[in-house]
């Protein structure tokens, strides 16, 4: 009996397996909203190239500690259930049994350099979060929707007086944030492998209404007294518990009291478990880690970790008002290195601390620049693959902005593209720059809510305007630095081409077979031919005596190489400069009727930088034959000990019906004809 081929997300899944080595090499695998997180025994089985050259597989991230990432993008959980339910995996991973000195050298091992700690500090913090990002990301549009009809006058969803409608609303998003205390102390509890619904019960007993009912001066509770700070004009309470004084705090959005709670709850439940049989753990753990952690938290971890959060909070605050452009400049340039990292979590801790404690928070309306600069390299591109018929790149783009635009989630767009390639990053940032400059002038930009930065998102920020005007620009200046110096160098974009048109050429193949008698075999009498000139005066030379293995096996297609006699290069064909590399070496022009043709001025002289090189023209720019495209310095190319041969090559020669250069060995004047191209 034949087995039917998988196909789709279960061939997708099936590959991912065997990429990373197999079921037996996963000890656990989870994900988030865009990544597939596996934690593999041994990280050097990895096929890394061969997972990044799926169909599907946005990038790869491998990380220390035999810990992996597959960006996967808006179809994470599919491919996640997916090979759950493959029957390799039916029960999750394969973790082994260690001796205590392989767990010993393991630990070692893994150990990231001095600052381990740090590193750890910082995962405990951001998988505490992490997992609500889907919960996060749906009350933030409830929000929005809410701050649009607001804006159209249908409600006002800020009033005091709402109708029973709108208060129920308002339930639908504050049951994110008012709860979010408990969610925390859950996954951190989780992260630090204790029982996480004993960290959840702590952090709820401080929030149930008989806790914070104790906070209505008016409740007459015996025991609990309430008075006015003259100085803040704010009511403290505090209420006598065993004849000790209780703080009184409501800890409803609070994220620092969870974090600090669940750290000491796991020294506490970890030693009981020490302490008791195993056999009697489920009884006797829970029992008294709630019995000695809800009086801890009540009385010294809660009121200590609001002075902290608002502390922090007061602290950037101050930053804000004193000195708003550095703010406003800082926190989008930040943020570009710390999401990649998964270290942008503890800001978002604090944007939720600030709009509990100041009711706004000032972060996120600068942190929409470097978003929006984000998806504005994505969108340039995504023009770009388009441009150049990437299929590929356009479906990863595609795909990406739109989880960016409408979802606000920069990870497709990061580790899917800007990360694969180095020339995007800079640009980005000169986005990120703009669109903090624009807040920090403009005076800022607060919200009342936490919010992912999206299209949808936009009316909650305030002044809307202010807003509008900074991630728009952030938006364009990234996408026009992208679109217009692309992201690859010329090389790439010229090799790129050429398997692209080889690759469209193999799609025609069977048609071209079908032709039958003189037509086959020659070309068509309406066929033309277009004659290429010379870019520079010097004698001919073939491509595989050029010196450069990548011209010489025709990857980039047919030509010629030119020792110059000067350093004038001019225009070979008329066209459109498509590509134009800042380091001036390189130039790649587009026919009216699609012949491409690239000028390669010299031997790894991208090395130069520049130097040497006078670029007269610009990318989109139209050219003639003969027009100046640069001047070179050739007597610097050669004390940089670089060939200064200059190439001339038709990337989509296989699209083609020939390309015919000229015998080597022949001195020509810039503007002889040196190629002959037939279509």
């Avoid at 601390?353 to 928070?361: A, K, V």
């Avoid at 030509?559 to 390189?586: F, M, Q, S, Y």
Wanted: aromatic letters at 8%.
């Amino acid at each position: 009996m034949s087995s039917t081929p998988a196909t789709g997300t279960d061939a997708l899944a099936e590959e991912i397996l065997r990429g990373v080595g197999g079921p037996g090499n996963i000890e656990s695998l989870t994900h988030c909203a865009t990544r597939l997180r596996f934690q593999l025994h041994d990280g050097a089985k990895v096929d890394q190239a061969a997972l990044d050259a799926l169909d599907g597989v946005m990038g790869t991230v491998p990380q220390s500690g035999d810990r992996f990432q597959i960006v996967i993008g808006g179809a994470v959980s599919g491919v996640y259930s997916k090979i759950m339910n493959l029957p390799s995996m039916t029960k999750g991973g394969t973790p082994r049994a260690k001796s205590d000195a392989e767990v010993k050298a393991e630990v070692r091992a893994k150990s990231r350099g001095r600052f381990a700690w740090l590193d750890n500090f910082f995962e405990y913090l951001s998988d505490s979060f992490r997992p609500l990002m889907g919960v996060l990301l749906g009350s933030s549009l409830i929000i929005a929707i809410a701050s649009v009809l607001d804006a159209l006058g249908v409600t006002d969803f800020r009033a005091a007086d709402k109708s029973a409608t709108w208060v129920f609303v308002d339930a639908m998003w504050r049951s994110v944030l008012y709860f979010l205390p408990i969610f925390v102390a859950y996954n951190a509890a989780k992260k630090l492998k204790i029982d996480p619904w004993v960290g959840a019960a702590v952090m709820a007993a401080v929030m149930t209404p008989n806790f914070t009912g104790m906070l209505n001066k008016d409740s007459g509770i015996p025991g609990v007294t309430c008075s006015t700070n003259a100085t803040l004009g704010t009511q403290e309470c505090v209420a006598h518990v065993f004849g000790l004084p209780m703080q009184l705090n409501d800890y409803g959005g609070q994220v620092f009291v969870p974090l600090l709670m669940v750290a000491v709850l796991a020294l506490v439940y970890k030693g009981l478990q020490r302490v008791f049989p195993e056999n009697v753990h489920m009884v006797f753990v829970p029992f008294f880690s709630m019995l000695v952690m809800i009086p801890v938290t009540a009385f010294l971890i809660g009121p200590l970790g609001i002075w902290a959060g608002n502390g922090l909070g007061e602290g950037l605050s101050w930053l804000n008002n004193n000195a708003p452009i550095v703010f406003a400049i800082v926190i989008p340039l930040l943020y570009p290195f710390l999401v990649p990292l998964g270290l942008h979590w503890p800001l978002n801790a604090l944007m939720l601390q600030n709009i509990n404690t100041l009711g706004s928070d000032f972060i996120q309306g600068p942190m929409g620049a470097w978003n929006f600069a984000c998806f504005g390299a994505t969108a340039g591109v995504l023009l770009l693959s388009l441009r150049h018929r990437e299929k590929e790149m356009r479906q990863t783009a595609t795909g990406a902005l739109a989880a960016g635009l409408f979802g606000g989630i920069s990870e497709p767009s990061l580790y899917g593209i800007h990360l694969r390639f180095k020339r995007i990053y800079p640009r980005m940032l000169v986005g990120c720059l703009v669109g903090g400059v624009i807040v920090g002038l403009l005076g800022g930009v607060d919200t009342e809510a936490f919010a992912f930065t999206s299209l949808l998102t936009i009316p909650v920020f305030s002044p809307a305007v202010t807003y509008v005007i900074a991630i728009t620009a952030a938006f364009f200046t990234s996408m026009a630095l992208v679109y217009f110096s692309d992201f690859r160098t010329a090389e790439d974009r010229a090799q790129v081409n050429a398997e692209r048109d080889a690759a469209e050429a193999d799609e025609r193949g069977p048609v071209a077979a079908g032709a039958t008698g003189a037509g086959a075999a020659a070309p068509a009498a309406g066929t033309t031919g277009l004659e290429l000139t010379a870019p520079v005066a010097g004698r001919v030379v073939s491509l595989d005596e050029a010196g450069d293995p990548v011209f010489a096996s025709r990857a980039l297609g047919e030509g010629l190489g030119i020792e110059p006699a000067d350093g004038r290069i001019v225009a070979p064909v008329d066209g459109e400069l498509v590509t134009v590399v800042d380091t001036g070496h390189a130039f790649g022009i587009r026919t009216a009727d699609g012949v491409e043709v690239l000028v390669h001025v010299g031997i790894d002289t991208v090395q130069m930088k520049g130097e040497g090189f006078d670029v007269r023209v610009a990318s989109g720019q139209k050219v003639v034959a003969g027009d100046l495209l640069a001047e070179v310095d050739l007597d610097a190319v050669r004390a940089a000990k670089h060939p200064t041969v200059t190439l001339m090559t038709v990337p989509n020669t296989a699209e083609l019906a020939s390309v015919e250069p000229l015998a080597a060995g022949r001195d020509v004047a810039a503007g002889d004809a040196v190629v002959t191209v037939t279509r």
